[in-house]
């Protein structure tokens, strides 16, 4: 007898915090500036130096927990994690253990299928380690390397971790949250949470499990996974080897893995029984940290409407998937301007997802200049073109609504010629009777008169 699997995966994601300075010092934060030019005694640990916390990295971490449904810890500790490393050169790295600052919350990402709802465990704050580039070598890895080099800069970056509960069940509901996470870190203006530059990573920890089996079986960590189509493949390969592993009826310990995109496959890192113990302990260095509740609310009230409401919302307009990519990639605000104007929603999100470099402010200028010269159809029709090539008002504006009276005026008369009953109709006090005589004349000029200017005219020829 087969059994049927699923997937339960859980993520811990790192956010690189949008701050000037560093977390624990004043050394400048500066993507891309040459190596080891941002070191202080501070970050580099020489005996004496001691951390200030950055208070811009607090607030940020509050917001994103306000965000996420989180609860504001009134009294957050930071721990020294112990362990040892060449890119940590105090030996240990202060994060928040047993006291994060931001407790359990809760994130719907709503589908068409219900809200998928993602529990958040926990988000806290804490400082990244340095750069290790390993140089020689064939892989890119420590082992087999020639040698290795540390760029400090990157040595006491501000990092949130955001922890979630084991509650998402495959590789595309996985990609969903994080990149829904990703817009929502990346709105609120507390981090670029730019994966290609490495301000935004994930560890995802995957397990499988027989449907309805209760309980966990030991999942596998990929670590440090820093692009979206990786971590689903990633996900993928785990699921699939797990599966498989089971089926031949082998038992599976907990360890990390890394996953190598070109043959598809994971290597394991290291299994549980070579874990560190990071003998965690309060850093005696600094104070905890307990916001005062007129801070969280202020922080409350800087949090606008999130992406998730706005995938509800715009969801009614053009679906649960368009509104989902619109809203992911950041693109609503366009679709929504552009629907403002008069665009169909459909048509305005396709603008907004294709026509990046377009917009916002000159789609919205085009939409007007078209909607005060052309008819309805031809503003439609140019809009819904527009998602495969870049539109110009010159090509719709042949289109012009024809609202010069010498020229429609012979087409109202050949349709007041040709309806006499309807005329009379009208005449006798039916007055309902004009919209058939506006729709006749629209139909003569092949769609392209006035219809405001028809009407008044019609009204001005019909007065008895
Ligand atoms: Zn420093």
Known sequence: MSV???????????????TRTKMFCRCALEYGAPENTHTCPVCLAHP??????????????????????????????????????????????????????????VVAVPTADGDEVVGITRAHLEEDAAKTVHAGGATGRSVGADYSLVDFNRGGTPLLEIVTEPDLRSA?????????????IVELGVSDAEMEKGTLRADVNVSVRAHGEQGFRPR????????????????????????????????????????????????????????????YFPEPDLVPVEPPPELVERLRAQIGDLPAARIARIAAEVGHELAYELVATGNDARAALLAGEGVEWRAAANVAMNQAPFLPENAAALAQILRANVTRDALQASFAAAATRVISADDYLGQTAVSDESALEPAIDAVLAGNPQQVETYRGGKEGVLGFLVGQVMKETGGKADPKVVNRLLREKLRP
């Open 4 to 18: 049927e699997y699923e997937a339960v995966i859980g993520l811990e994601v790192h956010a690189h915090l949008k």
């Open 172 to 184: 595309e509901q996985a990609d969903r949250f994080l990149r829904l996470l990703r817009q929502t």
């Open 220 to 279: 596998w960590e990929l670590k440090n996974m820093n692009s979206f189509t990786f971590i689903r493949r990633g996900i993928e390969a785990a699921v699939r080897e797990q599966v498989a592993a089971y089926e031949r009826g082998e038992t599976l310990v907990q360890s990390t893995y890394d996953y190598d995109p070109d043959t598809d496959r994971l290597t394991v890192h290291r299994s549980k029984e070579e874990a560190d113990d990071y003998r």
């Open 48 to 105: 004496g130096a001691l951390p200030v916390p950055n208070e811009r990295a607090i607030e940020h971490t509050i917001k994103l927990g306000l965000a996420l449904g989180c609860e504001i810890s009134e009294h957050a500790v930071f721990a020294r994690k112990n362990y040892f490393y060449p890119d940590l050169p105090k030996g240990y790295q202060i994060s928040q253990y047993e006291a994060p600052l931001c407790g359990r919350g």
